[in-house]
């Protein structure tokens, strides 16, 4: 099934900062039929680096990145469900970021664009889910960052969600995330040809952007993971080299996949997009989650990874708990698995199981709180 | 499948997913309720109440396979553990804390029962009786720890860390002021009115504060 991005521009966006955004472009792609009572919407929402290719093939051939749970029969099954993908505010495939060109300028924001956070991200959805008609979302869902936009949909929109289905995620970035996601960012600063954020139509900062990948890369996996995949296997030689080119497998793989990301993403759209996930704490600063989360009405499926070290389960269990504190209707699951972070994109059998019998019931419950208002 | 069978009047009890305890939580649970399970398995009792009473059905579970297959089944259950689990829960928040055939396993039975009357305004707790003659003929011709039907397994292996017999439990409920509103005391599908701390197999209550 190939599929097509689509395009929808709006006049402006207010943003948490202070700042106005005007026009706001967002790219979205969608999957299967909206029915006629408009109900059965499923709002994903894509990780840092993720887009609106959620599912099927592009024109180019590229499956979409959670191609393994949208599609008939899968996990969000396309047969019964009308799914939504959009990339996010601030990204670099389609919807406005600091790639774009700034209409007061004529040339790309840069460092121009204003700072944005998640609760902005979700204020565009919105924005696109309306335009669509769609009063009220079945679900929303995302891992990781994607998750973040799923806690905050539920906050910030409450009559607009019935179900929410945040994965390996948490309610606020701790440390250890903010720490791994600065050296990402000063990774791509220290690169000479970054430039002040200014090296569009020139050299692109490849090498610290490559570098930010890599770092990235290697929370995305788990020791077990890794171990499994490359061992301290060489790559293509007998014999230690000596002279630091590449030895081992892992790093043959961790700059192949620092090369390939300069190609399809941003470098300033890496420094604003981990800077939101950052600044995320939904119960703001100080504050109670359970308080956060007293206007929310939607149920809730929670899902973490045994060996997710990045976003770990002890992260799923205080919105867990905070959820259980509002007696919100919420089911909880640890799935063992090996892979990591990655894991909610590559290990998807069970969380497949776990998906599909929660939307099933939200979907009927949905439809006869519907009938009986 | 059978529906729960009328009780009061009958002296047989039939079976609600193969478990004459089940028919009975089944008759006794009032539709459009609250329910939560403690040590839910795999949910079925939950899905069950869902789909013919109507009850908002919530689960708590520690094996974390179960879990999968109760989620699996749209009942939304967490993977927690009893002994700690119901402290978040608001107070009253449920009109029925089901606990069956768990209570002999948890670490601190007295304090999941109170914490059970805090955060439901009903509990039914359903035991195997080890006031059964089965179990003390055991212990009286073997001398050792018994191993009966209903208490199948070897002392070092048992998941059955506090084990009790409706008289304890009657004895417990007087401790803690708490009201039985009803009590069935079961031997296979046949309902037992006298000598039931020594017929019964498995008991149901239904107590409140």
Request: charged share 25%; aromatic share 10%.
């Amino acid at each position: 099934m190939v599929v097509e991005t689509q395009s929808v521009r709006f006049d402006s966006i207010s943003l948490d900062n202070g700042a106005t955004l005007a026009p706001v472009d967002v790219a979205y792609e969608t999957y299967g039929e909206l029915n006629a009572a408009k109900s059965n919407a499923i709002l994903i929402l894509h990780a840092f680096s993720g887009d609106a290719h959620a599912a099927g093939i592009s024109h180019e051939g590229k499956p979409g990145w959670w191609d393994n749970m949208i599609g008939p029969g899968k996990a969000f099954d396309t047969d019964k469900y009308f799914v939504l993908c959009s990339n996010v505010l601030g990204g670099c495939r389609g919807t406005t970021g600091p790639a774009s060109i700034n209409p007061a300028t004529g040339s790309q924001y840069a460092l121009k664009f204003p700072g944005i956070t998640i609760r902005d991200m979700v204020r565009l959805q919105k924005m696109l889910v309306d335009h669509l008609g769609i009063t009220r979302l079945l679900a929303v869902t995302g891992g990781s960052m994607g998750g973040m936009q799923a806690l905050e949909w539920a906050v910030s929109y409450p009559d607009s969600v019935a179900a929410a289905i945040p994965i390996a995620t948490t309610a606020r970035h701790s440390a250890q995330q903010i720490a791994f996601n600065e050296v990402g960012r000063q990774a791509v600063i220290a690169d000479p040809d970054w430039n002040e954020g200014n090296y569009y139509g020139g050299k692109l900062p490849a090498r610290g952007l490559a570098v930010a990948r890599m770092v990235g890369h290697i929370t995305y996996m788990s020791d077990d993971s890794m171990r499994e995949k490359f061992g301290r296997r060489l790559q293509s030689k007998e014999k230690y080299g000596f002279d630091f080119s590449v030895d081992f497998e892992v790093e043959s793989y961790l700059r192949y996949r620092g090369s390939e990301f300069v190609n399809r993403f941003d470098a300033n759209s890496y420094l604003y997009i981990t800077k939101a996930m950052d600044y995320f704490d939904l119960a703001g600063e100080g504050g109670s989650l359970a308080t956060t989360l007293e206007k929310v009405k939607a149920r809730f499926l929670v899902i973490s990874f045994s060996s997710d070290w990045l976003y770990p389960s002890y992260q799923s269990i205080e919105i867990v708990r905070a959820l259980r504190r509002r007696n919100l209707n919420v089911a909880y699951c640890e799935l063992p698995s090996n892979y990591g972070h990655d894991s909610f994109l590559v290990d998807v059998a069970e969380q497949t199981d776990l998906i599909r019998g929660f939307l099933a019931s939200a979907f009927k419950e949905k439809a006869s709180r519907e009938t009986a208002a | 499948m059978t529906s729960a069978v009328a009780l009061r009047s009958k002296p047989f009890v039939g079976e609600l997913l193969g478990r004459s305890d089940y028919a009975i939580i089944g008759e006794i649970v009032e539709p459009n309720t609250m329910v939560l399970d403690l040590g839910c398995g795999e949910g079925e009792l939950l899905a069950w109440l869902a789909e013919n009473k109507g009850v908002d059905a919530r689960g708590v579970e520690m094996s974390g396979s179960k879990v999968q297959r109760a989620i699996s089944r749209g009942v939304s259950v967490y993977q927690g553990d009893i002994d700690e689990g119901l402290a978040d829960y608001p107070d009253q928040a449920f009109d029925y804390v089901i606990l069956s055939q768990t209570l002999q396993e948890t670490r601190t039975p007295v304090k999941v029962l109170r914490e059970m009357l805090r955060v439901g305004r009903r509990a039914i707790v359903a035991f195997p009786n080890f006031g059964h003659w089965s179990v003390r003929f055991s212990m009286l011709f073997t001398g050792k720890a018994p191993k009966t039907k209903l208490f199948p397994h070897e002392w070092y292996d048992s998941p059955n860390i506090h084990v009790l017999s409706v008289e304890d439990f009657e004895s417990l409920a007087a401790r803690e002021e708490l009201i039985v509103e009803r009590r069935y005391c079961l031997a296979g599908h046949r309902r037992i009115d006298y000598l039931q701390n020594l017929r019964a197999e498995v008991a149901v209550f239904l107590v409140r504060k």
